[in-house]
Each structure stands twice: as C-alpha cells, then as structure tokens.
Nanobody, 124 residues
Framework: QVQLVESGGGLVQAGDSLRLSCAAS????????MAWFRQAPGKEREFVAV????????YYADSVKGRFAISRDNTKNTVYLQMNSLKPEDTAVYYC?????????????????WGQGTQVTVSS
C-alpha cells in the first residue's frame, strides 16, 4: 500500500529554520507531483507548496513565498520542505500529499494520498 511518512517537526523559536521530510513508499515516486499542506487548530487545511513531477517546477502559497522551499530527491523517494524565518502563524500540523496529475494544484481535493502529519510549533 501507499505510505507517506512525515518527519522533522518540532518546537522552534520565531526566526529559526526547520526542514521537514516526507518519505514515500508503495508508488513510483518520480511520477507523482508532491505537495505540502498545513492545518492549524480551528482552521481549515491550507496549501503550502508543491513540486511538479518530471520537471520539478514549484509553486508556493503567498504566506510562505520567499521563506519556504520545496525540493525532492527521487533516488530517496523523499520530498522536503525547508522552512526559514519561521513565524508563530506557521504553527500547524504539516501534511505531505501526492498527486498523479501533471499540475501545480493547490486544492486538497486533487491529491490522491496523504501522510499523517508532523507538528510544527513556532514560539514568539
């Protein structure tokens, strides 16, 4: 079966950096567009970043543009989210998602598989 397992979350101070990892199994990783979403308590799940299959084109939510960077290593079946200049409003559970289409989708409903999430907490 397909599994996406996030790791790397934790508690950091505002302005610090953190790198999240998502290890995928049970799929041909290089053929999937990969994305990160996040959900804070009491709020809806929101798009963060996406990296397209084949050409590695990226797209970011305005709230993280210039601070976060998504990347992938197809030899390791892993997608990363480098988070710099973290703010308290970045506090959320971060989810990895996989999409079979050749697109840069920001809609959660587009994605076929999801991880369980990793908690990121940013203190002021």
């Amino acid at each position: 079966q397909v599994q996406l397992v996030e790791s790397g979350g934790g508690l950091v101070q505002a302005g610090d950096s953190l790198r999240l990892s998502c290890a995928a199994s049970g799929l041909t990783f290089s053929r999937y567009t990969m994305a990160w979403f996040r959900q804070a308590p009491g709020k809806e799940r929101e798009f963060v970043a996406v990296i397209r299959r084949t050409d590695d084109t990226t797209y970011y939510a305005d709230s993280v543009k210039g601070r976060f960077a998504i990347s992938r290593d197809n030899t390791k079946n892993t997608v990363y989210l480098q988070m710099n200049s973290l703010k308290p409003e970045d506090t959320a559970v971060y989810y990895c998602a996989a999409d079979r289409s050749y697109a840069l989708n920001s809609a959660a409903s587009t994605y076929d598989y999801w991880g369980q999430g990793t908690q990121v907490t940013v203190s002021s």
